[in-house]
């Protein structure tokens, strides 16, 4: 026998309602974690710089090279800017006159500076007998350090050349990981094909 009442529609979809309220609200809300945007990574190319600087590399072709205009008096102090990704290498050279010490100490130092905000910092040499390149890369973890790449190269006679990359951003490092991944690897080219004239 069926029921045959001109409320019943309402009266049943009522109750479904308060239904789907009571038994949907029992376990608590979890947000969902924050995303961030999706990174375009160019093809990696490489071009060499090979100009009036002491020294020449290969840098990638979807980077910009700028003299550092905070450095007047420096003329072999450049910046590697990284515009797709607000990111900068800067460069500062160096001659050596018995202060190599106070290079490496100075580079450090730079380095040091990051130890409130770093987890981590890795140390890796640069040893190439043939092209007379020797130094140090620091990769610096943390969410909140500054510059999560630093080097420095020397002939250990003439020459010191220190390189730091920065953002033109908050630091977060965690967001920012597949972009130092990708730009570690264009450093590591750099330094790999580094020379001194």
């Not at 040499?125 to 092209?131: A, C, F, G, Q, V």
């Not at 570690?184 to 580094?194: C, L």
């Amino acid at each position: 026998m069926l029921i045959k009442n001109k409320y019943f529609p309402v009266v049943f979809l009522l109750a479904f309602l308060i239904n789907l309220l009571l038994f949907s609200c029992g376990n608590d809300y979890v947000p969902k974690p924050r995303g961030y945007f999706r990174i375009d990574l160019p093809e990696k190319q490489y071009r060499l710089l090979d100009s009036i600087y002491p020294y020449t590399f290969e840098y990638p072709v979807y980077a910009q090279i700028i003299p550092d205009k905070f450095a007047p008096d420096e003329p072999y102090w450049i910046n590697i800017d990284f515009p797709q990704f607000k990111g900068r290498l800067h460069l500062s050279y160096k001659v050596i006159d018995n202060n190599l010490a106070d290079y490496l100490e100075d580079a450090r130092t730079m380095v040091v500076k990051h130890i409130p905000k770093a987890s981590a910092i890795n140390e890796e040499l640069i040893i190439n007998e043939h092209d007379k390149t020797f130094g140090l890369i620091y990769e610096i973890k943390g969410i909140g350090a500054a510059s999560p790449y630093q080097f420095f190269i020397t002939d250990s006679t003439k020459h010191f050349l220190r390189g730091a990359l920065y953002f033109n951003i908050v630091p977060n490092n965690d967001s920012l990981a597949p972009v130092i991944d990708f730009l570690k690897q264009d450093i590591e080219q750099m330094i790999n094909t580094f020379k001194w004239k």
